[in-house]
């Protein structure tokens, strides 16, 4: 058929009673068939005031935003990205419909092709500046006040020596869980001389990896469990000396949170906290990848090229904290 005959409000609905009776031929419900013509009804509608400037052939995916954009705008009921994918579809349909029917061989679904929802990318939840000073202030009075209990001190020292890890190296759940103290190598880094931890870690896709933390910011913890305790295995055990999981670790650091007044989080929202920290200080963010094991460069950002080991330990140094300060 040709595609156009007269009007593009003509040609829209000429086409609509072919595309409809296909549908109802191929068993489309009577519902469905009500939502299909109901949204080209409207989008014929919509171009009752464009018919002297555009023709069928000139409708696009910029044209038919407008449309849902007119739409939203109008709507007393809220159009939200359910219903925008929803006349995004039967239009799509509609317009394949034409382009594989008319004599001209215009193809409307190329058209189309960038039609697509926008969505806004939800902010990955991290802790603020203060909320940091409140788990640290927390951390602090958890290790002047230990508990006379042997299992309830082992168990204070092992979350405060957890959490220090985490707010310093954002490490993640699973790769806590199989981290030994005798992986943390003594380390000093070429450029300050500061002493500094290197700590070798396992992450996703067994892929290992190197994280730093400054000594100053956990030996204090280390040298309490060291003199009070056991610490030739993992750190992430119970006072009974069974591993812990992700999910008890998890459980574990989001009573800190909670001792802290803050809402009960678990392990990731640390690894976002450290990678906000170091892109808001400037770090380059092929070595925030680095440090935080993403296995693309699309997680920060695609701009940089690999680095060495000194550079992701100088970039630890340039962003951390330093006894419980931000620096």
Known sequence: MELSKGSIIEDLCRWKDLYIQSRRDEGLANRSVTIYSGVIDELAEYSRQHQDEVALKDLNAFYVNAFLNEKAAKSTKGFGNTSRKLY?????GYFKFIS???IESVDLLYQLRN??????????????NEQEDRILLTLEKLKNDLPKSRLRA??????????????????RANELAHLRYDQM???????SGLPMYRIKVSGKGSRERYVYIEREEIDEELDLMRSRFDTDGLIAISATGEPL?????????????????LAKRGIHIYRHTVARRQIRKGVNLELVRQNLGHSSISTTSEFYADTDEGG????????????????
């Open 88 to 92: 995004m579809n039967v239009i799509k």
């Open 100 to 102: 594989e029917n008319n």
């Open 115 to 128: 039609l697509k929802i926008k969505t806004d990318k939800k902010v990955k939840p991290a802790y603020t």
């Open 154 to 171: 082992f168990t204070a020292l092992r979350n405060l020596i957890m959490i220090k890890i985490l707010l310093n190296t954002g490490i």
């Open 185 to 191: 190598e003594p380390h000093t880094e070429e450029d």
């Open 245 to 261: 999981g992700p999910i008890q670790i998890n459980q574990n650091v989001s009573r800190i949170a909670k001792k802290a007044g």
């Open 312 to 327: 992701k330990a100088a970039a630890v140094i340039t962003s951390g904290r330093r006894n419980g300060k931000r620096r």
